[in-house]
């Protein structure tokens, strides 16, 4: 029995080992970027199944503290901690699916924006009925230690969600984030009403700021429902 040297094979059998060889890379490459994908994915339901967790204990403080202090900004601060929660289910409608869907993705950016547009109404009437009223922001032990864990949490949360949009090109991931981001807005505003209120007795600076907030809110809402691609997403 005779061995051919490497010389000896002709150009058509080396023409065929390396095709045989050539698919197996592809498919290698390919295996990895979706393995890639995967685990982003399931790092982006983590990060919405902790703000949900987070939220719903934040939402049933809030809501409870207020009504037991009478503190309007509280019980508001709790009903924007659940708008947030429905904008945190529609990225887990979204993120179901491992693959990147055009349609899914549409769908829940133009959510999310509703979402922001009811949020921004939702802080308008009641900063408008604040004012009208003259109800100063009431102290609350509950509310003053939520709204201080708040504001460190929520922007640790929106840039992980950030991180992860860019990862997964999801613009509605990055625009759901921005509400964890404006949760930690309003929850510095509730701190600051209290102690200018405290400390000065403005009783105004509560609703002027979350007023002031409003069209910074509106214009994220309008852009979502526009489609508009963050720069970060692309």
């Not at 979204?94 to 769908?107: A, C, G, K, M, T």
């Not at 133009?110 to 308008?124: N, P």
């Not at 230690?145 to 640790?156: C, F, G, N, Y």
């Not at 509400?179 to 007795?201: P, R, V």
Request: net charge neutral; hydrophobic share 50%; aromatic share 8%.
């Amino acid at each position: 029995m005779t061995f051919k040297r490497d010389g000896d094979f002709s150009e058509k059998e080396r023409n065929r080992k390396v095709s045989r060889s050539k698919p197996e890379t592809e498919s290698k490459s390919c295996t990895c970027g979706d393995n890639g994908r995967a685990e982003d994915t399931r790092l982006a339901r983590r990060l919405e199944y902790i703000t949900i967790g987070w939220n719903l204990v934040e939402a049933g403080v809030a809501i409870g503290a207020g009504f037991m202090a009478g503190s309007i900004s509280l019980v508001g601060f709790g009903v924007d901690t659940l708008i947030e929660i429905f904008a945190s289910l529609i990225l887990l409608w979204r993120l179901w699916s491992v693959h990147y869907d055009e349609r899914r993705e549409q769908i829940a950016l133009k959510l999310v924006g509703a979402s922001f547009l009811l949020l921004a109404v939702y802080i308008a009437c009641e900063a408008a009925s604040s004012l009208l009223s003259k109800q100063p922001p009431e102290a609350s032990l509950a509310g003053i230690v939520l709204a201080a864990l708040s504001m460190l949490i929520k922007p640790l949360l929106a840039s992980a969600k950030r991180r992860v949009a860019g990862l997964l090109n999801s613009a509605a991931l990055n625009a759901e984030s921005r509400q964890s981001s404006i949760c930690a807005y309003l929850a510095a505003i509730l701190l600051g009403g209290l102690a200018l209120n405290t400390l000065f007795h403005w009783w105004w600076a509560d609703p002027v700021a979350a007023i002031l907030m409003v069209p910074l809110i509106v214009k994220e809402g309008l852009d979502a429902l526009r489609g508009e691609f963050c720069a970060d997403c692309q």
